[in-house]
């Protein structure tokens, strides 16, 4: 299990994580209110709330894993 997509993409098995696109627009959100003369402190906080599943065949087969056809179902991302 790995944090970031990327280490899916690069062979690992599966990540269950928050998008790294979606923080960084929420990040923006944050920066853009700030200089436009918003105090930090007034600000809400906020969390992303989309979390992803990827997961990769490729690497299960050859660790000889088989994933249920519900949990592919439930995956954002499958790898092939």
């Known amino acids: 299990m790995f944090f970031a997509q990327s280490s899916v993409v ?3 098995l599966a990540s269950y994580s ?4 979606e923080v960084g627009r929420l990040s ?3 920066v853009q209110r700030i200089l436009t ?3 930090p402190e ?3 906080v906020e969390g992303v709330d989309k ?12 660790i000889g894993l ?4 519900n949990v592919l179902a439930r995956a954002d991302k ?3």
Do not use: H
């Not at 979390?51 to 050859?62: D, F, G, Q, W, Y």
């Not at 088989?66 to 056809?69: L, R, V």
């Open 51 to 62: 979390i992803s599943l990827v997961i990769n065949l490729k690497t299960a087969k050859e």
């Open 66 to 69: 088989t994933i249920p056809p």
């Open 37 to 39: 003369g918003v105090k």
């Open 28 to 30: 923006a959100k944050y």
């Open 42 to 44: 007034g600000l809400p």
């Open 78 to 80: 499958v790898i092939k």
């Open 18 to 21: 928050v998008s790294r696109e």
């Open 10 to 12: 690069k062979g690992g």
